[in-house]
């Protein structure tokens, strides 16, 4: 039993956040109810946080996001196939909005020199953008979150209602059908729903295992993106809702 929990408290903290479906794939022999009380009980000592769906690693900072650098580290080679996936959505002389996060900043590094007009509130993605010399590049106002090295707020909102972006190039924290998309920041959630509301086509990057979890802060149903990009471990079960709701997956 404790070595069967070690493994646990090493697979969340490896991981970051992991859904309930990953752990039983990971102790198929397992009940559901004996890894339930592994959570409880791990949990309870604080050597993880239980969440909806899951559980999360005592990092992740109840009510913000994890820190940029520890998560660029997690399901790496992941975030490197979203990233060149989502290179296919690109169009000459497109105005793109580029949201906050490690797998933005992996696509932002891949991004080339072409004469795009590129906003966004991500500090990381803005300095892979400084390559560029076609390009232009526009940072929002706003207060930093330093979890997320992002721009948000007030501020930040106010002048996205001002702005229309052909591809908008969303991130997220979770995704579960009840909750949606989700992200642990309130000003993070209505920044991502300010910038859908003024753009033309609007895409989640998600890797697979953020399906099946939730977040404290709803920003978008998948009814209200246009598509998914994803890695080639998107469970099927989604990909079909995906399909049936006339969502493109990439």
Known sequence: MQERREKIVEM???????SFAQLKAAFPDVSEMTLRTDLKVLDEERRLVRVHGGAKSVEVVVGTDDFLLRRALRC??????????TLSLLRPNMTIYLDSGSTTTAFARLIPDEQYQIFTSSLSCANELLRLTKARVFLPGGFMNRY???????????EIAHMNFDLALLGTTSFCEKAGFSCGMEEEARLKRAVIAQAERS????????????STFSFATLGEIDGIISDDGLPETFAATCRAQGKQIL
């Not at 997320?148 to 106010?158: D, F, K, N, V, Y």
């Not at 998600?206 to 979890?213: H, N, R, S």
């Open 12 to 18: 969340v903290n490896r991981l970051g956040t992991v």
């Open 76 to 85: 790496a080679p992941e975030k490197a196939q979203i990233a060149h996936k």
């Open 148 to 158: 997320s090295q992002s721009l948000c707020g007030i501020q930040a909102c106010q």
């Open 203 to 214: 895409y989640v990057l998600m890797d697979a295992g953020k399906i099946g979890l939730t």
